[in-house]
């Protein structure tokens, strides 16, 4: 996780906490089953942050949520505050650093039914002489315009953005890893073309170096997810480089487009473990998605439970993933609508286990002049 922008080791000291939020985290149950209480598990219990500061996310994972229920987020210090919840993360907003020594914090995170209570430290570094500020505009679900701002406006920087799941799922835990396996990449290319590492960035300025402020247009990107913007100093020479600032970052997240309005008719007829759904949409002429989801996945929701935000940006991220997967193998967005999709009046024959319930799950998607296809409606929704 890329959260962490400068390196050092771990440390924390116990601080009187003082409540600074209360937000809402919708759960699945009602109340709490003391033989199967709740189950909350973050990416990270300890924060090493830079003096710069940032909007800095916390992921986590829960089962067995409570209905209703709540996080708690607890800190002491004013430098400290919380920016927002959403269903997978709780971001932290670290002000920059005016100190010239490090300065710690805790943070208490409670839950109900969760025992204990859950404690994440944060070591922030001194001021640093050469950071960065972000300013993000003109955000749409798919794009979004960034200025980079160094302090130091004679010194080349690196100026990018990148998905945060893919920080997550990279499995790099220091700047010191992330920046080399990112040159090791560039070198690599330099490579093939037979030049140094010092040519091919210099052919990349003003498209990745900057020196002063910059500004990117950032488009192409994927609805409703998080993406970290992140600068650091460096210099070049021969297949050597050379970091003069610590890693900066803040995250954005991207909304979901508006959804039209469109409903799905959906029945299923069964014969054994056969499924016949038949799916009609209406006044709808484009293409649409049917997933089906048993009783033990994640995307299954009891009936009469109301889905939420997290669980439709999520089968919304799956189709988008798979689809970008497949377009990268070389088809097109329509080869695969025609492949995975389907438009007008459909009877599906599905084999199902025994024993099981389904929920089956139908939305409208639609790739606008080739793009990777999104979702474009809310889900219609078919137990079985």
């Excluded at 200025?147 to 130091?152: R, V």
């Excluded at 004679?154 to 997550?168: C, G, L, V």
């Excluded at 499924?275 to 009609?280: G, K, L, M, P, Q």
Aim: glycine share 8%; aromatic share 12%.
């Amino acid at each position: 996780m890329f959260k962490r922008i400068s390196m050092f080791a771990e440390r924390a000291t116990m601080l009187t906490a003082l409540c600074f939020a209360l937000l809402s985290a919708g759960g699945c149950e009602s109340g709490i089953d003391p033989n199967n209480p709740p189950k909350v598990t973050f990416d990270t219990y300890s924060l090493n942050i830079d003096g710069g500061g940032g909007d800095i996310p916390i992921y986590y994972s829960i089962s067995n949520p409570v209905k209703g229920g709540e996080f708690e987020v607890i800190c002491a210090e004013e430098w400290v505050s919380l920016k927002e919840i959403t269903s997978s993360t709780i971001v932290l907003h670290i002000e920059a650093s005016d100190s010239n020594e490090e300065r710690f914090a805790m943070v208490t995170i409670k839950y109900p039914g969760l025992e204990p209570s859950v404690k994440v430290t944060i070591l922030q570094d001194k001021q640093i002489l050469n950071k960065f500020a972000f300013e993000v505009s003109n955000v749409t679900y798919k794009s979004c315009t960034v200025k980079y701002k160094p302090l130091d406006k004679n010194h080349p920087y690196m100026a990018n953005i990148i998905d945060a799941e893919y920080f997550k799922q990279s499995g790099v835990l220091q700047e010191q890893a992330f920046v080399e396996a990112e040159m090791s990449n560039y070198r690599a290319l330099a490579e093939r073309n037979n030049m140094t590492l010092e040519e091919l960035m210099g052919r990349v300025q003003p498209q990745l170096i900057y020196t002063g402020d910059a500004e990117r247009q950032f488009v192409g990107m994927q609805p409703g997810a998080t993406y970290v913007i992140y600068s650091y100093g460096i210099t070049f020479s021969g297949n050597s480089y050379e970091l003069t600032t610590p890693m900066h970052t803040t995250a954005v997240e991207l909304p979901m487009p508006e959804m039209y309005d469109v409903s799905f008719n959906i029945n299923c007829k069964m014969s054994g473990t056969t499924a016949t759904i038949s799916v009609n949409p209406g006044d709808w002429t484009g293409y649409y998605s049917v997933q089906i989801a048993p009783d033990d996945s994640l995307y299954y929701i009891e009936p009469g439970t109301q889905m939420t935000e997290g669980a439709i940006k999520s089968l919304a991220t799956k189709f988008y993933t798979n689809a970008r997967n497949v377009m990268k193998g070389g088809a097109s967005a329509e080869q695969f609508l025609r492949a995975n999709c389907y438009t007008g009046f459909r009877s599906l024959d599905v084999q199902l286990q025994s024993g099981k319930k389904y929920m089956i799950i139908v939305f409208a998607v639609e790739s606008k002049d080739g793009e990777i296809p999104i979702m474009r409606s809310m889900p219609s929704i078919f137990y079985i």
